[in-house]
C-alpha cells in the first residue's frame, strides 16, 4: 500500500506544475544570490546600517521609488544580514516591518513595533493590543528598546500614508531626549511619493537627518534574470521556453515592475494546473496579465465607497469612449451625473467628486495633475486611468450595486433613464446631509481607501449644485498628505526581523 492510500481523497497531494511555489509569493525573502540589479542600492541601505553592527546608532534613510523596484525587498535582505553579523560581536539588533498603508495611526504603530522588538520574559513588560494610551505605549516601547535591544531598525513601507509624522521625531530623537539609554533606534522610510519629505512639518524636517536613496524601474533583461531565478520553483520541462522572456516583457511595458512579473508568472501556473496541462504556455501567461491587473485594481479598491465606484467608472466610459486619456473634472462630472442617476444613486456635488477623484489619485488608482488656463484664469485638474479601462469596468461591475450599469454601459451620449432622479440638496459645502457629523473624522485604512465609507454609499444625499471647475478645483487643492487623514488601521501587516527568534514572520510588500 502507497504512502498516499490512506489520505482523504478530496485533495491533490502531487503538484504537476510546481516544485516550490513558495520562492513566487511576495512574501517570500529570497537570497542574495536571487537579487537582481541592485548592487548599488544594497551598498548604499548596508552603509546607512553598518554601524549598527557595532551597537552603534545607523543612519536614517528613505528609499524612494516606483511600485516592484526592490525597495522593501533590499531593505529587509539588508537588515536580515546585519542582524546576523551583530549577532558575531553580541550585539542584539532587531527590526520591526509597518506597513503604514494598513497601520498608519501613531498609537498602532508605537504599539507594534514594541510588540515586535518586545520579550518578556527579558523586559519583564508586556504590551497589550488594547487599553493604553499612546503615552503609555511610547513608555512601554522605550522600555523594550532599551532591554531586549542593542538596535531597533523599524521600516516603514508606504510611509507617506502616515497619519501623523510626529511619530517619526519622537523615534528619531528617542536616545537625544533620553527616552533611551542603553540603546539606538534607525528608521527606514520607503515611498513612491519622491516628493513625500517636502510635506513633513518643519519640526520633522529639522530633526530627523537622513540620507535618500532612490530605486531605478528594472528593465526588461533585468526582469528576465529575476524570473529565471525563480524558474526552480516549477517542475523542470513545465516552462515553454517563451513563458520568462514574455513574461518580463509585458511587466516591463509600464515601469519595469517586477512584482508584478512575479505574480503573472505564478498566475500563469495556477492557470495551466487548472487546466490540467502539464505545460506552462504563452497563452497561460496573457490570461495570467489579465487576471493579474484585475486582481491589484480589487485590492486597491476593494471596500471603496459605492459613489467612489460609480465617479471610477464614469471615468472608465469617457477613457473608452474618447482618443483622450485625460479628461477635467467637469466632464467626468458630467458623465457621472448620468452614472448616478442609472443607479438611483443621490448625486454628488461636483466639489465633492473632485474630492474623492484627489483621494483615487494618492490611492494610486488614477492620476492627477493641474493644467494652468493661462495667465489670470486660474488652474483646473485632469484626470487619467492608470489600468486598462476593460479591467477597471470588469472590476467595478462586481458590485452588484453597479450592475444595472452592464447592459448599455458603453452609451455615453448623454440619455438617462427616464424618470431617473437627480437629487441635490442645498448643502453648501458639498457633502451629505446624513454625514456632515462624520465628514472630518478619519477613515479606517483598513479598506485602503481614504474616501468616507458612511457618506458615499449609494444612498447619499447630494451637496451644492455644479460649482465653477475653477471653485471646485481651488478649493479642495490640499495636499495629498492632507486627503490622506488615515484611520486606525490596527490589524496592518507588520513583521520582526529577529533572526535569533527563528521567526521569520513576512508581511506583504517585499518588492514594494
Given at each position: 500500500?502507497?504512502?498516499?492510500?490512506?489520505?482523504?481523497?478530496?485533495?491533490?497531494?502531487?503538484?504537476?506544475?510546481?516544485?516550490?511555489?513558495?520562492?513566487?509569493?511576495?512574501?517570500?525573502?529570497?537570497?542574495?544570490?536571487?537579487?537582481?540589479?541592485?548592487?548599488?542600492?544594497?551598498?548604499?541601505?548596508?552603509?546607512?546600517?553598518?554601524?549598527?553592527?557595532?551597537?552603534?546608532?545607523?543612519?536614517?534613510?528613505?528609499?524612494?521609488?516606483?511600485?516592484?523596484?526592490?525597495?522593501?525587498?533590499?531593505?529587509?535582505?539588508?537588515?536580515?544580514?546585519?542582524?546576523?553579523?551583530?549577532?558575531?560581536?553580541?550585539?542584539?539588533?532587531?527590526?520591526?516591518?509597518?506597513?503604514?498603508?494598513?497601520?498608519?495611526?501613531?498609537?498602532?504603530?508605537?504599539?507594534?513595533?514594541?510588540?515586535?522588538?518586545?520579550?518578556?520574559?527579558?523586559?519583564?513588560?508586556?504590551?497589550?493590543?488594547?487599553?493604553?494610551?499612546?503615552?503609555?505605549?511610547?513608555?512601554?516601547?522605550?522600555?523594550?528598546?532599551?532591554?531586549?535591544?542593542?538596535?531597533?531598525?523599524?521600516?516603514?513601507?508606504?510611509?507617506?500614508?502616515?497619519?501623523?509624522?510626529?511619530?517619526?521625531?519622537?523615534?528619531?530623537?528617542?536616545?537625544?531626549?533620553?527616552?533611551?539609554?542603553?540603546?539606538?533606534?534607525?528608521?527606514?522610510?520607503?515611498?513612491?511619493?519622491?516628493?513625500?519629505?517636502?510635506?513633513?512639518?518643519?519640526?520633522?524636517?529639522?530633526?530627523?537627518?537622513?540620507?535618500?536613496?532612490?530605486?531605478?524601474?528594472?528593465?526588461?533583461?533585468?526582469?528576465?534574470?529575476?524570473?529565471?531565478?525563480?524558474?526552480?520553483?516549477?517542475?523542470?520541462?513545465?516552462?515553454?521556453?517563451?513563458?520568462?522572456?514574455?513574461?518580463?516583457?509585458?511587466?516591463?511595458?509600464?515601469?519595469?515592475?517586477?512584482?508584478?512579473?512575479?505574480?503573472?508568472?505564478?498566475?500563469?501556473?495556477?492557470?495551466?494546473?487548472?487546466?490540467?496541462?502539464?505545460?506552462?504556455?504563452?497563452?497561460?501567461?496573457?490570461?495570467?496579465?489579465?487576471?493579474?491587473?484585475a486582481d491589484r485594481f480589487n485590492e486597491l479598491i476593494e471596500g471603496s465607497p459605492q459613489q467612489a465606484k460609480a465617479i471610477l467608472y464614469s471615468l472608465t466610459?469617457?477613457?473608452?469612449?474618447?482618443?483622450?486619456?485625460?479628461?477635467?473634472?467637469?466632464?467626468?462630472?458630467?458623465?457621472?451625473?448620468?452614472?448616478?442617476?442609472?443607479?438611483?444613486?443621490?448625486?454628488?456635488?461636483?466639489?465633492?467628486?473632485?474630492?474623492?477623484?484627489?483621494?483615487?489619485?494618492?490611492?494610486?488608482?488614477?492620476?492627477?495633475?493641474?493644467?494652468?488656463?493661462?495667465?489670470?484664469?486660474?488652474?483646473h485638474a485632469k484626470h487619467r486611468l492608470l489600468e486598462n479601462p476593460s479591467i477597471v469596468k470588469k472590476v467595478l461591475l462586481r458590485d452588484s450595486r453597479l450592475?444595472?450599469?452592464?447592459?448599455?454601459?458603453?452609451?455615453?451620449?448623454?440619455?438617462?433613464?427616464?424618470?431617473?432622479?437627480?437629487?441635490?440638496?442645498?448643502?453648501?459645502?458639498?457633502?451629505?446631509?446624513?454625514?456632515?457629523?462624520?465628514?472630518?473624522?478619519?477613515?479606517?485604512?483598513?479598506?485602503?481607501?481614504?474616501?468616507?465609507?458612511?457618506?458615499?454609499?449609494?444612498?447619499?444625499?447630494?451637496?451644492?449644485?455644479?460649482?465653477?471647475?475653477?471653485?471646485?478645483?481651488?478649493?479642495?487643492?490640499?495636499?495629498?498628505?492632507?486627503?490622506?487623514?488615515?484611520?486606525?488601521?490596527?490589524?496592518?501587516?507588520?513583521?520582526?526581523?529577529?533572526?535569533?527568534?527563528?521567526?521569520?514572520?513576512?508581511?506583504?510588500?517585499?518588492?514594494?
Open positions: 500500500m502507497s504512502a498516499n492510500d490512506d489520505r482523504d481523497p478530496l485533495f491533490r497531494y502531487d503538484d504537476p506544475v510546481f516544485a516550490d511555489e513558495r520562492l513566487l509569493e511576495i512574501t517570500h525573502l529570497p537570497g542574495p544570490d536571487r537579487i537582481v540589479g541592485r548592487d548599488e542600492q544594497m551598498q548604499r541601505v548596508a552603509d546607512a546600517l553598518n554601524p549598527a553592527i557595532f551597537g552603534s546608532e545607523p543612519n536614517h534613510l528613505f528609499i524612494f521609488g516606483k511600485t516592484g523596484t526592490g525597495k522593501s525587498l533590499i531593505s529587509r535582505s539588508v537588515t536580515k544580514r546585519v542582524i546576523s553579523e551583530a549577532r558575531r560581536d553580541d550585539v542584539t539588533v532587531k527590526y520591526a516591518f509597518i506597513d503604514c498603508g494598513e497601520q498608519n495611526t501613531e498609537a498602532s504603530i508605537i504599539k507594534t513595533i514594541a510588540q515586535l522588538v518586545n520579550d518578556s520574559s527579558e523586559s519583564g513588560i508586556t504590551i497589550p493590543d488594547r487599553g493604553l494610551g499612546t503615552g503609555d505605549y511610547y513608555k512601554r516601547l522605550w522600555q523594550a528598546v532599551d532591554r531586549c535591544t542593542d538596535v531597533t531598525i523599524v521600516i516603514l513601507d508606504e510611509i507617506d500614508m502616515l497619519e501623523d509624522d510626529e511619530v517619526l521625531r519622537k523615534l528619531s530623537r528617542a536616545g537625544e531626549n533620553r527616552r533611551i539609554s542603553d540603546s539606538s533606534i534607525g528608521i527606514i522610510g520607503i515611498s513612491n511619493k519622491i516628493d513625500f519629505p517636502d510635506h513633513l512639518s518643519e519640526r520633522v524636517k529639522s530633526s530627523l537627518s537622513r540620507d535618500e536613496l532612490v530605486f531605478s524601474p528594472y528593465d526588461a533583461n533585468q526582469l528576465v534574470e529575476i524570473l529565471e531565478k525563480r524558474r526552480d520553483a516549477f517542475h523542470d520541462g513545465v516552462l515553454s521556453g517563451d513563458v520568462i522572456p514574455l513574461t518580463a516583457a509585458l511587466a516591463a511595458q509600464e515601469h519595469g515592475d517586477a512584482r508584478k512579473a512575479i505574480d503573472i508568472l505564478r498566475n500563469a501556473g495556477r492557470i495551466a494546473k487548472k487546466q490540467n496541462a502539464t505545460r506552462v504556455t504563452a497563452d497561460h501567461v496573457r490570461d495570467a496579465k489579465e487576471k493579474t491587473e466610459l469617457l477613457t473608452e469612449n474618447s482618443s483622450e486619456k485625460e479628461f477635467p473634472t467637469k466632464i467626468i462630472y458630467n458623465q457621472y451625473k448620468e452614472v448616478a442617476n442609472r443607479l438611483d444613486f443621490d448625486v454628488l456635488s461636483e466639489r465633492r467628486v473632485q474630492e474623492i477623484l484627489q483621494e483615487q489619485n494618492f490611492l494610486n488608482v488614477i492620476q492627477s495633475e493641474r493644467e494652468g488656463r493661462g495667465r489670470g484664469r486660474g488652474a450592475a444595472p450599469l452592464e447592459e448599455g454601459a458603453n452609451d455615453t451620449s448623454g440619455s438617462s433613464s427616464t424618470g431617473s432622479r437627480s437629487r441635490r440638496s442645498d448643502t453648501s459645502d458639498g457633502r451629505s446631509e446624513r454625514g456632515d457629523s462624520s465628514s472630518d473624522s478619519s477613515p479606517d485604512r483598513s479598506d485602503r481607501n481614504h474616501s468616507s465609507s458612511g457618506r458615499e454609499n449609494g444612498s447619499d444625499r447630494a451637496g451644492s449644485g455644479s460649482a465653477d471647475e475653477d471653485d471646485a478645483t481651488d478649493e479642495t487643492n490640499q495636499s495629498d498628505s492632507d486627503d490622506a487623514s488615515a484611520g486606525t488601521g490596527e490589524n496592518g501587516d507588520a513583521s520582526v526581523g529577529d533572526e535569533g527568534s527563528g521567526d521569520e514572520q513576512s508581511s506583504v510588500g517585499h518588492w514594494s
